[in-house]
């Protein structure tokens, strides 16, 4: 008798948390940035910076062309996170501050 009544509680505690389950965060990111005009950055639009002095400007012209969220200047010897973000656009420098590559992450 006391065994039924276990498997009857563990069964209603499933029940109960199965109704509580939501989106996964990531989808909702995801959703959360088409709802907002942003996707994932296409670094190849932003290919024109190349060979060009940084400035805030050049910043904001990429990042808007490359459709990405948001966009950083990356010099050689900058420490960075190994995170990936396929909505952020980076723009890679060499000493003089001249864009040398373009790559989302």
């Known amino acids: 008798m006391h065994l039924k009544f276990a498997s009857l509680g563990a069964l209603m505690a499933v029940a109960m948390l199965a109704g509580c389950s939501t989106t996964s965060s990531e989808s909702a990111k995801e959703s959360v940035a088409t709802d907002a005009g942003h996707g994932r950055c296409e670094a190849t639009a932003a290919e024109f910076a190349i060979g060009k002095k940084a400035s805030p400007e050049l910043l904001e012209q990429a990042r808007a062309k490359a459709s990405a969220q948001n966009a ?16 952020r656009l980076n723009l890679n420098t060499d000493n003089n501050l001249v864009i040398t590559r373009v790559n989302c992450g």
Do not use: A, H, V
């Open 72 to 87: 950083r200047f990356l010099k050689p010897d900058d420490m960075i996170t190994l995170e990936y973000r396929s909505d």
